[in-house]
């Protein structure tokens, strides 16, 4: 799995050019709008980066699935966390061989809503290629035969990404 951060920088430049007729306009100081894009791509490594590193994730799952039938929901603890105290955790529902898995909401309700929020949260799940609704829930729907707890990791990771990109917003306005 890879991880990308981007963060845009908007400046402005100024100028003239000399040896031009005085009435053209580029003779006069004149302005240029500018942004440019920081990118960095890299693995993600280190504790919590895939199912092999979730014990006590897939141990849950598994526990929750043992007492499902055709339908069944259990709320898992992540080792993410927004901030101390505050644990990333994932609502996984089972309906039929379908399932759902979402933050419940929490990345937005703990960093709040600025103007821009679900542009901003749109862009943070991109890299997990995952969803996020107008309620701020982000979210993914699965099938029977998916690596459930991959999918809960991703979700919990995109929820981490959307509380720093509000936050990040926020701060910026």
Request: overall charge negative.
């Amino acid at each position: 799995m890879t991880f990308t951060i981007s963060k845009d920088f908007e400046f402005s430049a100024a100028h003239h050019l000399e040896g031009l007729d005085p009435e053209h306009p580029c003779s006069r100081v004149h302005g240029h709008n500018y942004v440019v894009r920081l990118e960095l791509t890299g693995p993600v490594s280190g504790p919590g980066t895939g199912a092999t590193d979730q014990p006590g994730l897939a141990a849950a799952l598994a526990a929750a699935r043992a007492t499902w039938g055709e339908h069944g929901e259990a709320l898992l603890d992540t080792d993410r966390r927004y901030t101390p105290g505050r644990p990333v955790r994932v609502l996984i529902r089972k309906r039929g061989p379908r399932y759902d898995l979402d933050d419940r909401g929490e990345a937005v309700r703990l960093a709040g809503a600025p103007d821009g929020w679900l542009v901003a949260a749109q862009r943070a799940v991109e890299a997990e290629s995952l969803n996020v609704n107008r309620r701020g829930v982000v979210f993914v729907p699965a099938v029977e035969g998916r690596d459930l707890v991959r999918l809960a990791c991703r979700v919990a990771d995109a929820s981490l990404a959307v509380h720093a990109a509000l936050l990040e917003l926020d701060r910026e306005r």
